[in-house]
């Protein structure tokens, strides 16, 4: 049942009434700053979880929407404020209302321009936000290219000593992608009869303008390559990453959790959203390739994770082989696959966004990330090895975590499909062990480096940030059934869309 | 039958007279208060163009003027809108502009004076349905902006800004007049509609020289490309954007540039297209060659070139300037395309990149008032010295990049929408490539000033009065970029009006 509610436009654009309020603080009233962030995420967050309350799991999705919001923007062009979730976008509204929340906390050790960052981040999570609850293609778009503004500030301003180059290079790949995808999302505005920009619309009259244009049969393949270009570059795909390293690297501590956690979400989730249902046909014909690129993605990213001296980069890495499994298990499209992809992009965003937070602690400390560069950390910060230990236990998919349980859908829901991929893929994780066991041996254990005699443990506004996040990875980890459970239905109902055996 | 002297049609032009009126006023007002009237004589000129625009909207004549010589429609309407709006802000900002109104610059009060001069060119040109008075229209256009390009005596940049686009300018329209003329000869006519007639048949006539067709269009052509700054004459922009005073820059590149368009696209609709009675969303090209193909190959190169040097300069007036011929590639793209639609893009883009380009020549302004030369690299660290500026100025910048949620963003999916509706994908490919490529360079000035860190720590204080123009111009950027319907509606009904058979 589609039902209507305006909870949706008050969870995307609370943050951006905060963003305001945050402008009208005086100048030095840093801590109140702060804190109106700390209160415009809080809300945010709370509505998502009263959202989760209110949402209806048996509803089917894709093409129906729950929460809906519609009324006219641009009436001459069919422009609609359009927003609705179902069972994709749900764990992901969620996740970028924890995550964002959290990384307040995490940013509090920002001293410069202190209303410019809040206000850029919460700008930020309001564009982030709209991108998973709005259904017009035209709404879609603005929100997707509202983003990149506050990215590059956050990046450039408040980056590390590469921030300009990282920032400017996240901000021209990004770029790049978007505009194709423009074109052909106006393809499809004017092959659509009436012409519309709405998602569900169009994925339910596709019969009538899925046909050869300028006499084309592949036309459509075309506009299938431009979106998922759009949404590889995001995700990234290799060999579209080369910018996620500079990012990653050069962004603050909070923003390369936003990077990771949710940002890279939105290539996987628009593929989900857009690639699939609009082109099922064409999904079908490139799987096999997304199945490639998928194992590409685990192999190459977990080999160069491996060879990273810095252990952000190794993070970042880390990061391209994970997405990996999500490709891996859309290109299956079983059912077990398409849970495994969606939950591991949940489970990335919590685990990757505890690793950040986690390089972030000691790079307060010791003011750099060399791996080498440590030793014997675990005598100084008991507590801190040991939620480092579980994070990377958890990314690396030890069972009774997180990762052990999307990696395995993944895996399982490919088998049946692409049985050598799989075998290559699964060699990704015993990689994946590989360096995370060999970087805390080489930062923890080990004679003490005289240097860190006086390093401090983790304090207790850096463990509020990471403690919800750990329980989650145990939690899911333990017992995947309710987060799943949320995106059964849709996932069925895109099996059907898709013309594949739905269930299995 | 002509009726060239209807007593009617005096008062048809009333906006015009208007104008002429500011400036003879303006003139005598100079004489008699001299070295103090500087500021009235601006006002006073300021005045004028909001009583002419007044005029322009309450008279409410449309038709023919002059047996046809001058066409007053939405069109022309909406564009003298602009045309004023672009002259009045030059004024307003001329006025706070310490290059101009500092300097002992002679006689600088004609200045205002010279550009309601320029003003009533436009006005003329945006309404002209007849060769002749297109061409006249263009030379009142030209001759104040050649004087005021060069305004200031003791910089040697502006003198010789001045002493190129004269040279340029005369070369282009020399090279008007004689398309003028040979379309003349072939045609028989000076009248858009009678052209039309001719253009229309010349398939027809196996005995007619077809070469002698293309050059003519070709040679009138180089008049409109060189006004609005597209490949391949565009190399005169660069210096001259450089080397006028700023206001004057702004002036050119907006008020100058949406006047030849205007009058471009009432030649090109008028003279070598047809509406299709059938379908009035679009129209149907005449000739016998496939001009719009032509037109779609110079946008493509014109922005790709504007774009790709504007990659490599360090001077923010010239890079703007690059920006400029840019911008007139993405326009051209709502031509080829032949329909209400691109027609109705290209005024929206118009009214778009006035807005955010003024803006940018006015940060530009603002800056060069405290001192600050526009060489890119003094805008180090401008974003701890003078916040407010360097905030407006991104906002442009991003703007003029095309980037949600600004205005400059609507501006293109518009011209773009049109391009897929009509299948030119290529043209649309180039466009929206060339709009990555122009992030690098916009967002070099933005790096300068928020990225790098600031050598000064002195704050700059911008002028009250152009602070607030600024945020006049700022704030619009991004509400047309939010809702930008009333806007539109304005550019479909001018698009509308243009061309409609008699």
Same mark, same amino acid.
């Given at each position: 049942m589609q039902t209507s509610s305006n909870i949706l436009s008050w969870i995307t654009f609370t943050p951006l009434i905060g963003a305001a309020v945050i402008l009208l603080v005086p100048r030095g009233r840093e801590d109140l700053m702060r804190w109106m962030a700390v209160l415009a995420t809080g809300i945010t967050l709370a509505l998502t979880i009263v959202m989760l309350g209110m949402y209806d799991k048996a509803d089917p999705g894709i093409t129906q929407f729950q929460f809906v919001v519609q009324k006219d923007w641009i009436k001459s062009f069919n422009i609609q404020y359009f927003m609705g979730v179902d069972g994709l976008s749900v764990p992901l509204v969620i996740l970028t209302g924890l995550l964002s929340f959290l990384c307040i906390f995490a940013s509090w050790g920002i001293e410069r321009w202190v209303k410019a960052y809040m206000s850029l981040f919460l700008l930020l999570e309001t564009g982030m936000l709209g991108v998973f609850c709005s259904l017009d293609m035209f709404l879609f778009y603005v929100f997707w290219e509202v983003m990149l503004l506050p990215m590059y500030f956050l990046i450039g301003i408040w980056g590390g000593p590469r921030r300009e180059y990282a920032a400017i290079k996240f901000f021209l790949y990004t770029l790049f992608g978007s505009v194709l995808m423009l074109l052909g999302i106006l393809a499809l505005y004017f092959a659509s009869e009436p012409h519309t920009f709405s998602l569900p619309q169009l994925i339910l009259t596709r019969a009538q303008w899925a046909k050869p244009l300028l006499g084309l049969a592949f036309f459509w393949k075309i506009v299938f390559i431009a979106f998922f270009i759009g949404f590889a570059i995001k995700v990234p795909i290799f060999p579209f990453h080369t910018w996620l390293p500079d990012a990653h690297v050069e962004a603050p501590t909070a923003i390369s959790v936003i990077l990771a956690g949710v940002l890279l979400k939105m290539g996987t989730y628009g593929i989900l959203r857009m690639n699939y249902p609009l082109f099922p046909d064409e999904a079908h014909w490139f799987s096999w390739f997304l199945a490639l690129l998928g194992v590409i993605n685990i192999i190459y990213g977990s080999l160069c994770a491996m060879a990273q001296s810095d252990l952000k980069k190794l993070v970042a890495y880390s990061s391209v082989g994970h997405m990996g499994f999500c490709l891996i298990g859309m290109a299956a499209m079983t059912s077990q696959g398409l849970h495994g992809a969606v939950l591991q992009m949940w489970n990335h965003g919590i685990i990757t966004g505890m690793l950040f937070l986690l390089v972030g602690v000691v790079y307060d400390r010791a003011h750099h990330r060399d791996i080498d560069g440590f030793g014997g950390l675990a005598t100084k910060m008991p507590i801190y090895a040991g939620v480092v230990s579980l994070a990377f236990m958890a990314s690396l998919g030890l069972?009774?975590?997180?990762g052990f349980i999307s990696e395995a859908l993944c895996f399982l829901g490919m088998w049946p499909i692409y049985p050598v991929f799989t075998a290559i893929a699964v060699s990704g994780v015993v990689l994946g062990a590989a360096y995370f066991l060999w970087s805390y041996q080489r930062i923890f254990f080990g004679p003490l480096n005289e240097k860190y005699e006086n390093i401090t443990d983790i304090n207790d506004r850096e463990l509020f940030t990471l403690i919800p996040l750990a329980i989650l990875a145990v939690f899911v980890g333990v017992y995947p059934a309710p987060v799943l459970s949320w995106m059964t239905a849709t996932l069925n109902h895109l099996q059907q869309i898709l013309g594949v055996t739905v269930g299995i | 039958m002509l009726e060239l002297l209807n007593p009617r049609d005096i008062a048809r032009i009333s906006p015009e007279l208007v104008l002429v009126a500011t400036f003879i006023i303006g003139l005598v007002m100079d004489l008699v208060l001299g070295k103090r009237g500087g500021k009235a004589v601006a006002v006073f000129s300021i005045l004028g163009l909001v009583v002419a625009v007044f005029v322009d909207l309450l008279a409410g004549f449309l038709g023919d003027i002059f047996g046809g010589m001058i066409v007053r429609d939405n069109f022309a309407v909406f564009l003298q809108l602009l045309i004023v709006l672009a002259a009045a802000m030059t004024l307003l900002i001329s006025i706070w502009t310490s290059e101009v109104?500092? #300097?002992?610059?002679?006689?600088?009060?004609e200045y205002y004076l010279m550009v309601v001069a320029a003003t009533i060119g436009m006005f003329f040109l945006v309404g002209s349905n007849n060769l002749l008075m297109l061409y006249l229209s263009m030379e009142l256009l030209s001759l104040p902006s050649y004087l005021l390009v060069g305004w200031? #005596?003791?910089s040697r940049k502006s003198t010789e800004a001045g002493i190129k686009y004269i040279v340029y300018g005369a070369g282009a329209s020399c090279s008007m007049i004689y398309g003028i003329s040979l379309l003349y000869g072939l045609s028989g006519s000076l009248y858009f509609d009678k052209i039309q007639i001719f253009v229309a048949t010349i398939g027809s006539k196996p005995d007619l020289p077809a070469a002698t067709f293309i050059l003519a269009v070709l040679f009138t052509s180089a008049g409109f490309f060189f006004k609005v700054a597209a490949f391949p004459f565009f190399q005169w922009a660069p210096d001259v954007y450089e080397g006028a005073p700023t206001p004057i820059t702004a002036f050119l590149a907006v008020g100058s540039k949406a006047a030849g368009m205007g009058a471009m696209l009432r030649f090109i609709f008028v003279c070598l297209a047809k509406r299709d009675p059938g379908n009035m969303d679009v129209f149907t090209a005449l000739g016998s060659v496939d001009w719009p193909l032509f037109i779609a190959i110079i946008s493509a190169v014109t922005m790709t070139v504007g774009n790709f040097m504007a990659l490599i300069q360090t001077n923010a007036k010239r890079l703007l300037a690059y920006s400029s011929i840019a911008h007139a590639g993405y326009m051209l793209m709502g031509i080829p395309v032949l329909s209400l639609l691109g027609l109705q893009a290209v005024l929206f883009y118009l009214v778009v990149y006035l807005i955010m380009n003024l803006g940018a020549f006015l940060s530009i302004i603002v800056l060069e008032n405290r001192g600050i030369s526009p060489e890119i690299k003094n805008y180090r660290g401008l974003g701890a010295r003078a916040p407010a500026i360097a905030v407006a100025f991104s906002i442009f910048l991003f703007s003029l990049v095309g980037i949600p949620p600004f205005a400059g963003f609507i501006g293109k999916v518009y011209l773009f929408a049109a391009l897929i509706k009509a299948n030119w994908y290529w043209l649309a490919v180039i466009g929206v490539l060339n709009s990555v490529v122009s992030l690098y360079y916009y967002a070099g000035i933005v790096r300068r000033m928020f990225l790098e860190k600031t050598i000064e720590e002195a704050q700059i204080e911008p002028v009250p009065f152009l602070r607030m123009i600024l945020w006049l111009l700022a704030i619009p950027t991004i509400l047309l970029g939010v809702y930008w319907a009333p806007v539109m509606k304005m550019a479909h009904i001018a698009a509308y009006s243009l061309g409609l058979p008699k």
């Open positions: 069972p009774g975590l997180a | 109104s500092d #300097k002992p610059t002679a006689g600088h009060r200031l #005596k003791r």
